[in-house]
């Protein structure tokens, strides 16, 4: 199907039906990484025969940089847009934070904002920039949405046995580890510390009820409580986009198949997993520090595999075997 049929448009001049077979992928380009997005483009574009349309989504300044990278390259094959994140939306809604300041990068609250940047769809896949797909997409736009749940996610309980991820030290599953219970505000919510927590990394979501429930403003509206009362931080495990999302999400989303999100490969650089295991998995995800285009980290092999050179030659890969 459809593969190479719209290269790079930037207008909406589709048909109900182009549009009916099309999955939407969006996936941001940040400027420091914008090889790890170009990399996930071409696993996916790789692995499937859906007509895909991904929505690469930059700040103002990369857009340029963005679009030279996918027509200089192997990628110029794909249907994309690239649409443009305005910052602006989130001033007054971040408190600074030293302790990890890439977790405020505009590009992180992205997914905050979904049908600002996807008009025309009904579902929509949203991926960070940090993983590998190595199924059919397919099948994870395919996940069964229950009514009413304007999303799914992976549970962090529900990881599959093989992975034995709990071993990793100081590893956040819980509500705990995100949310401050000193905090009243937290207290009133009602929910229980041990909750077990879900990873926004990898989102299927439905524009129609995501709209009806004015996500996008509840997400807005526990960010600015933040910056009055500091009820999260970056120091506690998740950072600062995935705080709000647990709150405004709990109860109420559907979960991925666990092969869709095997994750944490970025956690610590002595953990590696079988290779049995890792071949099984459907979707790659180098969550945690140490990302697989930097040293030290691990997997990096799976990685590198779907690599697209930058054509300006300014993003590079910092370890041993490149």
């Known amino acids: 199907m459809g593969r190479g049929k719209r290269k790079g448009e930037d207008d909406d001049s589709e048909t109900p039906e182009d549009m009916e077979d099309e999955i939407p992928v969006v996936i941001c380009a940040a400027a420091g990484r914008m090889g790890a997005a170009m990399a996930a483009i071409n696993s996916i574009y790789s692995n499937t025969d859906a007509n895909i349309l991904f929505y690469v989504v930059g700040l103002r300044n990369t857009l340029s940089r963005i679009r030279k990278w996918i027509e200089h390259s192997k990628l110029r094959e794909i249907n994309f847009k690239i649409v443009e994140f305005n910052p602006m939306v989130l001033k007054g809604k971040i408190r600074p934070d030293s302790a990890r300041p890439e977790l405020l990068q505009p590009l992180n609250f992205v997914r905050f904002y979904l049908p600002l940047l996807i008009h025309q769809h009904e579902k929509v896949i949203y991926l960070d920039d940090d993983v590998i797909v190595q199924g059919d997409i397919q099948e994870l736009y395919d996940t069964t949405l229950a009514l009413g749940h304007a999303a799914a996610f992976s549970d962090d309980c529900d990881l599959p046995s093989s992975q034995d991820i709990h071993r990793l030290v100081g590893l956040q599953n819980t509500y705990m580890g995100y949310l401050d219970y000193r905090k009243k505000t937290i207290k009133d919510l009602g929910i229980s510390p041990s909750t077990c927590s879900f990873n926004p990394g990898v ?39 995935t705080s709000p999302m647990l709150i405004v999400f709990h109860g109420k989303y559907s979960t991925i198949n666990p092969l869709w999100h095997i994750r944490h490969l970025g956690w610590n650089p002595d953990t590696r997993y079988s290779e049995h295991f890792l071949q099984e998995a459907k979707l790659l995800h180098w969550n945690g520090r140490h990302k697989p285009w930097d040293f030290p980290s691990v997997h990096n092999d799976l990685w590198e595999s779907w690599f697209v050179p930058d054509p300006a030659g300014i993003f590079k890969l910092h370890h041993p075997n490149s």
């Open 203 to 241: 989102i299927v979501a439905n524009m129609t009820e995501w709209k009806h429930q004015r996500i996008t403003k509840q997400l807005e509206k526990w960010m600015q409580k933040n910056v009055e009362e500091n009820l999260y931080s970056s120091s506690l495990g998740g950072g600062v986009a």
